[in-house]
């Protein structure tokens, strides 16, 4: 069973950065894809940022040029930075993964709240 930890969310002032973590149970050349979500309260979960298939990054626009995922392959974990916080990003974090053999395998949650 692949398992995911998460780690690295928690409050912080407007303007400021935080850096997620997610390390996965499985290799990440046994992954398909993999990434990041949101859902902050009253809101439909949504793609923040994600490593498709073939490699390539997609970014909601709303976080283009303040956040960066990327990936240490040797740990198989994925990372979200995100720099220029803004109180919108406010939300439950999620890190997910489509190993190659199907199925969506979702972390636990980590909250990030970002101040005015």
């Known amino acids: 069973q692949v398992q995911l930890v998460e780690s690295g969310g928690g409050l912080v002032q407007a303007g400021g950065s935080l850096r997620l973590s997610c390390a996965a149970s499985?290799?990440?050349?046994?992954?398909?894809?993999m990434g990041w979500y949101r859902q902050a309260p009253g809101k439909q979960r949504e793609l923040v940022a994600g490593?498709?298939?073939?490699?390539?990054?997609n970014y909601v626009d709303s976080v283009k040029g303040r956040f960066t995922i990327s990936r240490d392959n040797a740990k198989n974990t994925v990372y979200l930075q995100m720099n220029s916080l803004k109180p919108e990003d406010t939300a439950v974090y999620y890190c997910?993964?489509?190993?190659?053999?199907?199925?969506?395998?979702w972390g636990q949650g980590t909250q990030v709240t970002v101040s005015s």
């Open positions: 490593f498709t298939s073939d490699g390539r990054q």
């Open positions: 997910y993964v489509v190993p190659l053999w199907g199925g969506t395998v």
């Open positions: 499985i290799s990440i050349f046994s992954i398909n894809s």
